[in-house]
């Protein structure tokens, strides 16, 4: 069964800067495009990135673009979120999970991580 821990998050200053860390077990990380994704409160779950098995492609929402850059490391079953000039709108839990065009998500969700951003 998969299992999805998420790590990284906390509280920052607009402007401000956090990595987020996904470790990813019992499947095979390296055959699967992931995503992250984020739900604030009384909003929906929304994909904020995604990035494809091999890490040469990725994609972003409007509202991340030019400032969150996803990766991985298929060696270390680990996909990143950095994230720059943070905003107090991307204050929400962020989860990462399978974002694939011809798959759904895993239907086990890790616990996620809090951010948090003042203004």
């Known amino acids: 069964q998969v299992q999805l821990v998420e790590s990284g998050g906390g509280l920052v200053q607009a402007g401000g800067s956090l990595r987020l860390s996904c470790v990813v077990s019992?499947?095979?990380?390296?055959?699967?495009?992931m995503g992250w994704y984020r739900q604030a409160p009384g909003n929906q779950r929304e994909l904020v990135a995604r990035?494809?098995?091999?890490?040469?492609?990725?994609n972003y929402a409007d509202s991340v673009k030019g400032r969150f850059t996803i990766s991985r490391d298929n060696a270390k079953n680990t996909m990143y979120l950095s994230m720059n000039s943070l905003k107090p709108d991307d204050t929400a839990v962020y989860y990462c999970?399978?974002?694939?065009?011809?798959?759904?998500?895993?239907?086990?969700w890790g616990q996620g991580t809090q951010v948090t951003v003042s203004s």
């Open positions: 999970n399978r974002a694939s065009s011809t798959a759904a998500p895993f239907g086990s």
């Open positions: 019992g499947i095979t990380f390296s055959i699967h495009d």
């Open positions: 990035i494809t098995t091999s890490g040469r492609s990725t």
